[in-house]
């Protein structure tokens, strides 16, 4: 086994909630993959708050595997915060993502790696031959991911597939919230960074249950807008939100000069007319728009650049903090 006496150059990242089967075979595949690599590494996973015996199964294998590293948040936060608490405290200058359920095959580490080293900084997934239900998962797979693509204009066949491949400067500092874990391509390549995809394997699942729901697929599109919103108009909130207030008085604008050519040309009443009330309501909601613009430009201009972790943890395993701490033999 390869020795760690220095930095990790990968750091393999695992959300896990409930996934006790799953963790002895996805260990023991990726320790039998990174060892391949000849390159200091760890693993850190991320127990999402698990209800089943997943912390005590991570525990008892860290015992045994300085590479692995535990941290069990105080509850169940999700998979975008749990990858948060992992990018978080990853020292590798590359981040690999992979799920918990075995789905994803280690073995594809090597060639996630391989295409980062042609020049590209995010190597995401792409579940070819997927092996799930067509109707339930497939089909609404399919038709989000092309959605996806055609809001934020990077086309990808699959922002689904946790299995990806980071360098380290892509996910450092990023704040993630709701289900923006899968949104991190169109992110980075908005910002000018070279993103591609390659085909992987996929597995049947073994064990347990799928995580995944309407409640979810529904909070996916809610941050499918978010992310639409900050690509475009994330440092200008006044271009969106003033084009709007704009356009809002404009129209009430129009409306009340209509109204003002009706009594003062044709010198007919329009105080008892619905549509002054709409004029007037157009305009003030014009200006609300604009108001929410300003808001958003100063808040733009003031906010700390630090930010509140979106989890909390309860306790870490084999941290380096942790691990300095500890006697030394002689």
Known sequence: MLIQDSEPLVSVVIPVY????????????????????????????VDDGSRDDSFALLRELAAHSPQLRVVRLRRNFGQ?????????????????TIDADLQNDPTDIPRLLHKLDEGYDVVSGWRANRHDAWLSRRLPSVLANRLISAVTGLQLHDYGCSLKAYRREVVQNLALYGELHRFI??????????????????????????????????????????????????????????????GLMG???????????????????????????VGVMVIVL?????????????LVRTTNSGREPAYRVRE???????????????
Request: glycine share 10%; no cysteine.
């Open 286 to 298: 014009g200006m609300q728009f604009l108001s929410i613009g300003l808001i958003g430009e100063m």
């Open 251 to 277: 129209f009430g604008t129009v409306i009340l000069a209509y109204l003002a050519g009706v009594k003062f040309v044709l010198h007919q009443t329009i105080g008892d007319r619905p549509l002054l009330l």
């Open 80 to 96: 975008t915060q749990a990858f948060a608490a992992g990018f978080d405290r990853a020292r590798g200058e590359i981040i690999v």
């Open 18 to 45: 409930n996934e006790a089967e799953s963790l002895r075979p996805l260990m023991t595949g990726l320790h039998a993959t990174l060892e391949t690599l000849h390159q200091p590494y760890e693993i850190i996973a």
């Open 185 to 246: 391509p169109a992110i980075a390549s908005w910002q000018g960074i070279a993103v591609t995809e390659l085909p992987v394997t996929h597995h049947a699942r073994r064990f347990g249950s799928s995580k995944y729901g309407l409640g979810r697929t529904l909070r996916v599109l809610l941050d499918l807008v978010t992310v639409r919103f900050l690509l475009s108009y994330a440092t200008r909130p006044m271009q969106f939100f003033g084009l709007i207030g704009l």
């Open 316 to 330: 870490e395993v084999n941290s380096p903090a942790t691990m300095a701490k500890q006697p030394t033999a002689l």
